[in-house]
């Protein structure tokens, strides 16, 4: 199915056009050309393999995409293409991912996106690079009440908690986290990592809401997680 667009590719790259594969996968995005769009990953997984196109393609392009639709330039139709991609990714490699956990060398860590906050993409790929990087992930999922957060890490003995919240509302969700990690007498034992579009917006509103730190894209968490670790007690 994917021949004749892979040719088509091809002379597009050896043409003298200065699109690189990022730009025209993010041009078939846009044009909602996603068999077009899989070709060029599956070209891309043949040559560079399936991290490294999530690293150097899908993160920038999602990057791309989501400040476009911020600033109303694209509709949500773009938006589904750009996260269907993502999460063929995330499925795709999801058995390579889980061996890697069996594995985990680094302790266990708790994800979940934050009461009330019901988007999942972001913090999938959070806990795919996560496990890559030998962590022991538990991923509790979309919308996770406070103490359930706070009881899951204390029953595994993690000491640093992912969050993911895409809009202020939920983001501020956060501030009663950090206040339930006070009450408990964990502060200093556990490390809130934030993330979401609306951190990547407003990166002051990490410390506005508690969190100890945050990185700008999933392939850069487990560098984070890492240092916040290491603040621990």
């Not at 694209?74 to 750009?82: D, E, G, K, R, T």
């Not at 979309?142 to 969050?163: L, Q, T």
């Not at 895409?166 to 502060?187: F, H, W």
Request: proline share 3%; glycine share 8%; with cysteine.
């Amino acid at each position: 199915m994917f021949g004749g667009l892979i040719n088509r590719i091809v002379q597009q790259l050896g043409s003298g056009c200065e699109m690189d594969e990022k730009d025209i996968l993010t041009d078939h995005i846009i044009k909602l050309r996603l068999n077009d769009a899989q070709a060029i990953i599956e070209q891309w997984i043949k040559s560079n393999g399936g991290q490294s196109l999530f690293i150097d393609l899908i993160e920038p392009i999602l990057a791309d995409i989501g400040e476009r639709y911020n600033n109303r330039q694209i509709s949500l139709a773009q938006i589904y293409i750009a996260a269907k991609i993502a999460r063929d990714w995330i499925s795709r490699y999801e058995k390579e991912l889980e061996t890697n956990e069996l594995n985990a060398t680094k302790g266990p860590v708790v994800i979940a996106n934050i009461e009330d906050d019901c988007h999942p993409l972001g913090r999938r790929l959070v806990c795919s690079f996560l496990r890559v990087s030998g962590w022991n992930v538990c991923d509790l999922g979309i919308d996770v009440p406070i103490k359930e957060i706070v009881n899951k890490a204390v029953e595994i003995e993690a000491r640093v908690i992912g969050v993911s919240a895409m809009i202020y509302t939920t983001a501020e969700n956060i501030r009663t986290l950090k206040d339930e990690i006070i009450t408990r007498n964990l502060d200093g034992k556990i490390k809130i990592a934030a993330g979401g579009a609306v951190f990547r917006l407003r990166p002051e509103l990490v410390a506005e809401v508690g969190a100890d730190g945050t990185s700008m894209t999933a392939s850069e968490a487990p560098e984070l997680f890492d240092r916040l670790w290491k603040m621990t007690l």
